[in-house]
């Protein structure tokens, strides 16, 4: 029987290889989304208030033009992950891309969308320092901790 499987993406090589890890694992009669969730920072971008520092406000288009540029990295890392895919096997009408600007927080969104009825999520591991996983913790073990009625694979 085909699952649904939720790749969590980023423009990131650990997101790549969770994608690659997929495609030799699994059977290709899987559907599989390609998920990923982009920080909202276009609010800056538009954000136009007498009380913005001078500083802000004289690298806002620099700012923008880079959120600009991380939306067209993370599009092109969907795209090869897609490609990846569809070459192991994988029938392109059963391989989706979705993009979505953040909600909640980046780990908690992808749990929302991993409730709509997924079988998977899959997701590569961050390589935070100790210390800073220690007290910020990664998106994959917020993931891992707060997944529910769905199984969690991290990728190394």
Same mark, same amino acid.
């Given at each position: /029987?085909? $699952?649904? @499987?939720? @790749? ?6 650990? &997101? $790549?290889? &969770? ?10 009669? %899987?559907?599989?989304?390609?998920? %990923? =969730?982009?920080?909202?920072? &276009?609010?800056?971008?538009? /954000? ?10 004289? $690298? $806002? ?13 993370? %599009? ?20 989706? /891309?979705? @993009? ?6 980046? &780990?908690?969104?992808?749990? =929302? ?10 997701? *590569?591991?961050?390589?935070?320092? *100790? @210390? ?13 901790? *707060?997944?529910?009625? =769905?199984? =969690?694979?991290?990728? %190394?």
């Amino acid at each position: /029987m085909a $699952q649904k @499987i939720l @790749i969590a993406m980023d423009d990131s090589e650990n &997101a $790549q290889r &969770a994608a690659e890890f997929v495609a030799r694992s699994f059977s290709p009669d %899987n559907r599989v989304t390609l998920f %990923n =969730v982009i920080p909202d920072t &276009a609010t800056l971008c538009n /954000m136009n208030s007498p009380e913005l520092t001078p500083l802000f406000k004289e $690298q $806002q288009a620099s700012f923008c033009a880079l959120e600009s540029k991380k939306r067209e990295l993370v %599009n092109a890392a969907l795209k090869r992950a897609k490609e990846l895919l569809v070459k192991s096997g994988f029938s392109a009408d059963h391989v989706k /891309m979705k @993009i979505e600007d953040k909600k909640h927080g980046v &780990a908690r969104d992808i749990l =929302v969308e991993a409730g709509k009825d997924y079988d998977l999520v899959v997701i *590569g591991r961050r390589g935070l320092s *100790g @210390i800073k996983e220690f007290f910020l913790g990664s998106t994959s073990q917020k993931i891992l901790n *707060g997944a529910r009625d =769905v199984s =969690v694979l991290i990728v %190394n």
